[in-house]
């Protein structure tokens, strides 16, 4: 809770995978990948509840081993390839609501994006509660090698720079202008906006910008094993400051 604030944080996790099979619950430097995103949700100062929504009963024994909520098993409707991230998280959020326990603002850690600090969580929710103006915050990284002054269509078989300029001799620290993309490791919402915009981003949306190596996103082997490396680094002090114990499961 913050400022009298009540803070739900959902961590979505099916079980069917095409690019990379069971990766919710690969290990992953000694737990399970769910197990990352779980112990940071709970580790925040502000999160009251960390709810994990599947349709796998192996991942939600796993995820009640981590000390998340597992209350339901996801209807198979909303365990398909056509659904929809909002959809779940509503499903959820209803589920909640039913029972009796009201939240005000939501935290969607994907269980992909394993990198994040907990500083990361804390900061952007404090970022959302002290501004006014503002009903989200999602997570953003610089895009550097894919920065538009990069970038190259094809036409006619040859390729063609994006903005029109040659970058010949273009240095990333010649670029004039700053681009972002959304990364994905944290979304932070107030629930009455998210219902209204079915969505993390839309006019009213702070940036949370995080460092480049947390923006990994986890869909298939070479993902992972990036990732991995990236999370040993960071047990060892390598990346930060902030370090995670592994423990034997």
Not at 146 to 156: G, K, Y
Not at 179 to 194: F, H, W
Request: hydrophobic letters at 40%.
């Amino acid at each position: 809770m913050i400022n009298g604030k009540s803070i739900l944080a959902i961590i979505p996790a099916r079980a069917g995978s095409k690019g990379l099979p069971g990766k919710n619950i690969r290990p992953m430097c000694g737990k399970p990948l769910i197990g990352w995103s779980i112990l940071q949700g709970l580790e925040s100062q502000y999160i009251d509840e960390v709810l994990v929504t599947t349709d796998s009963q192996e991942i939600l024994d796993i995820a009640n081993q981590f000390g998340a909520n597992t209350p339901f098993i996801r209807p198979k409707s909303l365990a398909s390839d056509d659904a929809t991230s909002i959809d779940l998280i509503l499903h959820a959020v209803d589920y909640l609501t039913k029972a009796g326990r009201i939240y005000d603002y939501l935290v969607l850690l994907e269980p992909t994006s394993p990198l994040r600090d907990i500083s990361d969580i804390d900061g952007a929710i404090e970022l959302l509660i002290n501004n006014e103006l503002a009903e989200s915050v999602v997570s953003v990284t610089k895009a550097e090698e894919a920065h538009p002054s990069f970038l190259f269509t094809i036409n006619n078989e040859l390729l063609r720079p994006m903005l029109g300029i040659e970058p010949n001799g273009l240095r990333r620290q010649d670029l004039k202008d700053d681009y972002y993309y959304l990364e994905g490791s944290i979304y932070v919402s107030s629930i009455k906006a998210l219902i209204e915009h079915q969505g993390f981003y839309h006019t009213e949306t702070l940036p949370w910008v995080v460092d480049r190596y947390k923006a990994v996103e986890i869909d298939e082997l070479s993902d992972f094993i990036s990732a991995e490396a990236l999370m040993q680094a960071k047990i060892q002090g390598v990346l930060n400051k902030e370090k995670f114990e592994a423990v034997d499961e």
